[in-house]
């Protein structure tokens, strides 16, 4: 029989340490003394004192190998939600969180933080200062989400005082920042294809965007506060910005700092959601001899016209939780860093 190293309450493991949030987490660990080791699909980066282990998460030998001697595991895998492959979605957030489970638990790992949603509240309808207590969305927007409520109902009900193995959930929204794949890279994208020149609705929907480092700090706090007594013991915590923003105001500061026109026309909501499900199942109709990917879906025109923002007050009450970085100064670093995708002169 293999010999089980004994954990050590400062080491870890980050599965989905070569992601954008994953990679932030794993350097922010390093930087506080933690060891850490990363499990990821792919090998994205080297730190020195950072020993990857390149597996599926859905392979649970592949897990053992990198959960020996490991107290914590944070977990924030996940395929991207642009994928829209339901099954792949059911695979890795579904079935292979069952699998990340059973192998902490075999291999004596004492607490696992998710990185989970604040999107698995939301249905495409407006949510302002949202609580915890919110049902799940009964009607979830994509596959992504529903398979997002899945993965954190079983993780949520893992949590076992009396077996010594702990949970918590971290719901952050519209995570930005430097080195980020999507959020910019979308925008600019949009834009180079002189399609970011619409307002869709009245403008006024505020909108939670987290800067990265925030993030991390409150996935840091949830896992040095979750212990057998306290309150977060198989609970789910918002952690945003604390400070909701218009959506158009956010994409225009970055637009207009990367030197790109901000969008100035007004379309009304309810016709552009229309729009976006005719052409989307027009996509689906097409779909056995046309692959389209419509930058107009209904997904993304709720999000963009539709409030949602959400109140972090048990994270601050149960954590002691508050941003670190502005969001003024983190849109200011997140336009820096992308230098690459200015506007050409
Ligand atoms: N970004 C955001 O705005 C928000 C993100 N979240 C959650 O935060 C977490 C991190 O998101 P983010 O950093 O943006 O995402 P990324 O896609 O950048 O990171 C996820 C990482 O997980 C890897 N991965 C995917 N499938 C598997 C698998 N089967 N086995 C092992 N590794 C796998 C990915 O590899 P590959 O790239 O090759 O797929 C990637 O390296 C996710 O759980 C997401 O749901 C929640 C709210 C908002
Ligand atoms: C707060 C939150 C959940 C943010 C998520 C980020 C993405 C979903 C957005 C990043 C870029 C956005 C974007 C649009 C929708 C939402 C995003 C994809 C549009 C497609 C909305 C319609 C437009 O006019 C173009 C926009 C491009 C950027």
């Not at 506080?32 to 699909?41: A, C, E, H």
């Not at 959601?273 to 990917?293: D, I, S, T």
């Given at each position: 029989?293999?010999?089980?190293?004994?954990?050590?309450?400062?080491?870890c493991?980050?599965?989905?340490?070569?992601?954008?949030?994953?990679?932030y987490l794993?350097?922010q660990l390093?930087d506080r003394?933690y060891?850490?080791?990363?499990?990821?699909?792919?090998?994205?980066?080297?730190?020195?004192?950072?020993?990857?282990?390149?597996?599926?998460?859905?392979?649970?030998?592949?897990?053992?190998?990198?959960?020996?001697?490991?107290?914590l595991?944070f977990?924030?895998?996940?395929?991207?939600?642009?994928?829209?492959?339901?099954?792949?979605?059911?695979?890795?957030?579904?079935?292979?969180?069952?699998?990340?489970?059973?192998?902490?638990?075999?291999?004596?790992?004492?607490k696992?933080v998710l990185t989970?949603?604040?999107?698995?509240?939301?249905?495409?309808?407006?949510?302002?200062?949202?609580?915890?207590?919110?049902?799940?969305?009964?009607?979830?927007?994509?596959?992504?989400?529903?398979?997002?409520?899945?993965?954190?109902?079983?993780?949520?009900?893992?949590?076992?005082?009396?077996?010594?193995?702990l949970?918590v959930a971290i719901r952050p929204?519209?995570?930005?920042?430097?080195?980020?794949?999507?959020?910019?890279?979308?925008?600019?994208?949009?834009?180079?294809?002189?399609?970011?020149?619409?307002?869709?609705?009245?403008?006024?929907?505020?909108?939670?965007?987290t800067?990265v480092e925030n993030v991390v700090h409150g996935h840091i706090l949830a896992a040095e506060r979750l212990r057998?007594?306290s309150p977060l013991c198989?609970k789910a915590y918002h952690i945003t910005?604390d400070?909701?923003?218009?959506?158009?105001?956010?994409?225009?500061?970055?637009?207009?700092?990367?030197?790109?026109?901000?969008?100035?026309?007004?379309?009304?909501?309810?016709?552009?959601?229309?729009?976006?499900?005719?052409?989307?199942?027009?996509?689906?109709?097409?779909?056995?001899?046309?692959?389209?990917?419509?930058?107009?879906?209904?997904?993304?025109?709720?999000?963009?016209?539709?409030?949602?923002?959400?109140?972090c007050a048990r994270a601050k009450q149960d954590m002691g939780y508050q941003p670190l970085v502005?969001?003024?100064?983190?849109?200011?670093?997140?336009?820096?860093?992308?230098?690459?995708?200015?506007?050409?002169?």
């Amino acid at each position: 029989m293999a010999t089980r190293i004994r954990p050590s309450s400062k080491r870890c493991a980050v599965i989905g340490g070569s992601g954008f949030l994953g990679r932030y987490l794993v350097e922010q660990l390093v930087d506080r003394g933690y060891s850490v080791s990363v499990f990821d699909i792919r090998q994205g980066y080297e730190i020195p004192g950072v020993t990857f282990h390149q597996g599926d998460l859905c392979d649970k030998q592949a897990l053992l190998a990198a959960l020996q001697g490991v107290s914590l595991v944070f977990h924030c895998a996940s395929p991207a939600p642009s994928c829209d492959d339901r099954s792949l979605f059911h695979r890795v957030n579904v079935d292979g969180t069952q699998t990340v489970l059973k192998a902490c638990q075999e291999a004596g790992v004492q607490k696992m933080v998710l990185t989970s949603s604040a999107s698995v509240v939301y249905e495409g309808t407006d949510i302002k200062d949202g609580k915890e207590d919110l049902p799940y969305a009964k009607k979830p927007i994509d596959y992504y989400t529903e398979t997002k409520i899945q993965q954190e109902r079983l993780v949520l009900e893992a949590c076992d005082t009396e077996k010594g193995f702990l949970t918590v959930a971290i719901r952050p929204h519209g995570i930005f920042g430097p080195r980020d794949p999507q959020l910019v890279p979308i925008l600019v994208d949009t834009a180079r294809r002189g399609k970011m020149k619409f307002i869709i609705g009245d403008g006024k929907n505020l909108v939670d965007f987290t800067f990265v480092e925030n993030v991390v700090h409150g996935h840091i706090l949830a896992a040095e506060r979750l212990r057998p007594e306290s309150p977060l013991c198989g609970k789910a915590y918002h952690i945003t910005n604390d400070e909701p923003v218009y959506f158009w105001d956010f994409m225009s500061q970055v637009l207009v700092g990367l030197g790109y026109d901000p969008p100035k026309y007004r379309l009304p909501y309810q016709l552009v959601y229309v729009l976006a499900m005719v052409l989307w199942l027009l996509v689906l109709f097409l779909r056995p001899v046309l692959q389209l990917r419509p930058t107009f879906t209904p997904m993304r025109v709720a999000l963009a016209g539709t409030h949602h923002f959400y109140s972090c007050a048990r994270a601050k009450q149960d954590m002691g939780y508050q941003p670190l970085v502005s969001l003024k100064d983190g849109i200011a670093r997140t336009v820096e860093s992308y230098a690459h995708l200015r506007k050409a002169a």
